[in-house]
């Protein structure tokens, strides 16, 4: 599906982005594996990870170069594309797939954590996306897919920053859908469910949070290429601006959040009208919080 492309993938070393760029050098890409190697929170940097899964893709017969740079650089993902010209000569794919955590409730989150976040997700998004964008307009011709999660779409508990990152990045595919349409350029992103070293630093404090930690590793990491490797062919020319979803061996598609019910009272309303009459007529659209302590065991997508 993807002989001839050449394709950047971030956070290729682990997780779901070693998947990716496996299956993607499996179905004839020249892929730049990039990671920058640091620990789940950002920190560090260690040249292993995108060695060994370049390693891999090279004994299996195919063809990749590891990239260590950093994608909250914009300076880092300027090597990137230019690395993929150099090493291959072209470059049709970017997969945003580098992703850090820094979990706390907002009332412990310092500025550094928010930043982190904001730098990894959307700036990484930003910067690799600025990067490319201007070689996929003259060649009229490109596939960029990029990963948000439900911690943005639905919510979660002590992810303020990294899920208003994730839902920004659900914005940012929208508009540049929009903004790419007309150059045969798709943008698409996936909200993913997979068992990686993200998902393990959970904290476990409680049995039904194990029940599920326990269910989730059964969700292989490799389960999210398939869906990535068909965004990114040709064959996915119709399909832009799309939010999916994949679960183990489920893939859906989310819904767009649009109004649900809205109501009009003639010269405005006042508070008091509100609190009796609008809020009455938009309660039973609201939508459920997760992850509550009433509502466990629960399921995101509900
Ligand atoms: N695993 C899940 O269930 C899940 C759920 C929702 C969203 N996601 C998203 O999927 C993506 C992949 O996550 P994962 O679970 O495979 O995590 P992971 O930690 O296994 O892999 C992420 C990789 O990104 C690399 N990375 C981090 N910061 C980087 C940077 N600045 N530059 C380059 N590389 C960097 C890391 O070194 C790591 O190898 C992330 O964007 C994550 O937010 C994952």
């Not at 150099?86 to 945003?96: S, T």
């Amino acid at each position: 599906m993807l002989e001839g492309r050449v394709a950047i993938v971030s956070g290729a070393g682990r997780g779901i982005g070693r998947g990716i760029a496996k299956l993607m050098a499996a179905k004839g890409a020249k892929v730049v594996v990039n990671d920058l190697g640091g620990s789940f929170v950002g920190e560090g940097k260690d040249k292993s990870p995108a060695e060994e899964v370049v390693a891999e893709i090279k004994a299996d017969g195919g063809q990749a170069v590891p990239n260590f740079d950093s994608v909250s650089a914009f300076e880092g993902t300027t090597k990137m594309v230019n690395q993929a010209l150099k090493e291959f000569g072209r470059l049709d794919i970017i997969v945003n797939t580098a992703g850090i955590l820094r979990d706390k409730m907002l009332h412990k989150m310092d500025p550094n954590d928010w930043k982190a976040i904001m730098d990894v997700h959307l700036g990484g998004h930003y910067n690799l996306s600025r990067a490319a964008i201007n070689l996929f307009r003259e060649q009229d011709y490109g596939r960029i897919i990029n990963f948000s999660s439900t911690s943005g779409i639905t919510g979660n508990i002590g992810q303020t920053n990294y899920g208003a990152a994730k839902l920004g990045i659900v914005g940012f595919t929208r508009n540049l859908a929009m903004e790419c349409a007309r150059k045969n350029i798709t943008v698409n992103a996936i909200a993913p469910f997979a068992y990686t070293r993200m998902v393990a630093s959970i904290p476990i404090n409680d049995p039904e949070t194990e029940a599920v930690m326990e269910a989730m590793k059964l969700l292989k990491p490799e389960y999210i290429a398939p869906m990535v490797v068909y965004l990114a062919s040709e064959d996915a020319k119709g399909v832009n601006g799309q939010i999916f979803g994949v679960r183990g061996a489920e893939v859906m598609i989310f819904s767009v959040m649009r109004p649900l019910r809205s109501v009009h009272h003639g010269g405005g309303w006042t508070p008091e009208e509100v609190r009796d009459s609008a809020i009455k007529a938009l309660a039973p659209h609201f939508s459920r919080l997760m992850r509550t302590e009433d509502e466990f065991p629960y399921d995101p997508l509900v």
